[in-house]
């Protein structure tokens, strides 16, 4: 069976057939770093990592390439209140974003680009726009002219005459048309910028990622994908922006993964329900939040709660004591059974199922289901009279094998005594420090990993639980 993508131009499954025989380029849109992520930026990380995850197991050389925005509104607006230049808070949570991520089992792209790095590529598919009277320069300000652009709309299946309605130009802005968006922004007093054709200015935020996709990994690419909220106006200007210039389709196959919410209501900082990734992990084991992500389909919404969060670890927990007691009974099998190629046929017919599943739109619900019934069969097998232990590692093989490919682990973590002495150590001086956030987040994880510690007069002990 192929790969089928349900391509978000179409709203339609389509058979997968990359550009070319055997490689993909596939193009994620990353965070703008002017904070630690929240939970809606977690989804697309884990969701087209584990993507990218099947696509290399289906054989496919992928390359792999999503940005950072590390110049925009957010990020100025930050630099001010803090007192601090864009490009040190831009650092700052761009390394955050990595720490917190990896903790998700998210493997790093092949490029992470951002858009300081690539000014001038940025500058130079402007001037190609202008050139071409897709765009026009406006007292400092360029845009694009969106009603030259004939199939703008396509994407999120609107007309021009539907965007008219409720259009409007805002104080301040210079364009022609009330649908047109800025290309490039005119600096302000006190702002960051960078010298242009047009004068002292910043990119708009939708041109930074023609740019750069169209640097590295050309013209047309395979997959390109984001969280719904990107389908309107950020990828549909994208489409826009580079079809005008280059006169060739942009990306064959638009993916998204639906929205969040927060204790059913949809997230947002002004409902006070915005939770950031890196307070949740603090708390929770990071794998309990990826298969949580991938519990449900990528399309669908999803409901976040720190109730659905302790079913989930439940749930997740019944895997890994499954796959521990087949650790445990590896040593102790006997010797060849009667039955061994019924059971080897059996975990064959679900490695089959688990494929088919994520053939099928990278269905990572029902691909869990198949773990489940993997897990059940382990457990019937592990009561039978005699085990084997080539049926027993072909168990565990297979389950190392599908959890790999969502980015899940079942083996648990472990630490030298040693290991636990050297963070009780840490932990001591971040209280004489008054460091006491560290200082709960230290024990936070010793007690996820079964350490319990007590605080004598003599001293912190600690003992395995």
Not at 44 to 66: C, E, H, M, Q
Not at 70 to 89: C, F, Q, R, W, Y
Not at 102 to 129: Q, R, Y
Request: glycine share 6%; aromatic share 10%.
């Amino acid at each position: 069976m192929t790969i089928k993508i349900y391509n978000t131009v179409t709203r339609e499954k389509e058979e997968f057939i990359p550009l070319e025989v055997g490689k993909v380029k596939m193009y994620v849109c990353g965070p703008t770093v002017y904070n630690y992520i929240h939970i809606g930026n977690a989804r697309p990380a884990i969701v087209f990592d584990t993507v990218r995850n099947y696509l290399k197991f289906s054989g496919y050389d992928v390359n792999f390439v999503s940005n950072f925005t590390d110049v925009d509104d957010k990020l100025i607006k930050a630099a001010k209140e803090l007192g601090e230049d864009v490009p040190t808070i831009a650092e700052r949570f761009i390394n955050a974003y990595f720490e917190d991520v990896s903790a998700l089992g998210c493997k790093k792209a092949d490029k992470h680009p951002t858009v300081m790095e690539n000014m001038d590529t940025i500058i130079d598919f402007v001037s190609a726009l202008i050139e071409k009277e897709y765009a026009y320069e406006s007292e400092g300000d360029v845009y694009f002219r969106t009603r030259k652009f004939d199939s703008y709309g396509k994407l999120s299946h609107q007309s021009i005459d539907e965007l008219r309605i409720g259009s409007r130009i805002e104080v301040g802005e210079r364009k022609q048309d009330a649908l047109d968006f800025a290309l490039w922004k005119t600096a302000k007093e006190g702002e960051i910028s960078w010298e242009s054709p047009w004068g002292n200015g910043r990119p708009g935020w939708h041109i930074e990622c023609s740019a750069m996709a169209k640097k590295y990994l050309g013209d047309t690419i395979d997959i390109h994908a984001g969280g719904q909220d990107l389908t309107f106006p950020h990828h549909e200007n994208e489409i826009a922006q580079s079809e005008a210039l280059t006169g060739k389709t942009f990306a064959k196959y638009w993916m998204h993964n639906g929205y969040i919410n927060i204790d059913n209501e949809k997230m947002s900082k002004s409902l006070g329900n915005f939770v950031l990734v890196h307070d949740i992990i603090q708390h929770h084991d990071p794998q309990v939040l990826r298969f949580f992500m991938l519990s449900v389909h990528y399309r669908h919404p999803i409901n976040y709660s720190e109730e659905v969060l302790e079913k989930t670890k439940a749930a997740f927990d019944r895997l890994k004591t499954s796959f521990q007691n087949l650790r445990h009974r590896l040593d102790s099998s006997s010797g060849l059974t009667d039955n061994n190629g019924l059971w080897l046929k059996k975990i064959t017919d679900l490695h089959d199922e688990f494929t088919r599943e994520m053939d099928d739109d990278f269905n990572t619900a029902n691909a869990i289901s198949v773990l489940f019934e993997l897990s059940k069969q382990a457990n019937y097998y592990l009561m039978e009279k005699n085990t084997d232990q080539d049926v027993i590692e072909k168990f565990i093989e297979e389950f190392q094998l599908l959890t790999s490919i969502l980015g899940l682990t079942l083996e648990e973590e472990t630490l030298l005594d040693e290991e636990i002495e050297a963070l009780i150590q840490q932990r001591i001086q971040a209280r004489k420090d008054r460091n006491f956030k560290l200082s709960d987040d230290i024990r936070d994880r010793l007690k996820q990993l079964n350490i319990i510690l007590e605080d004598t007069p003599q001293g912190t002990r600690w003992k395995r639980g």
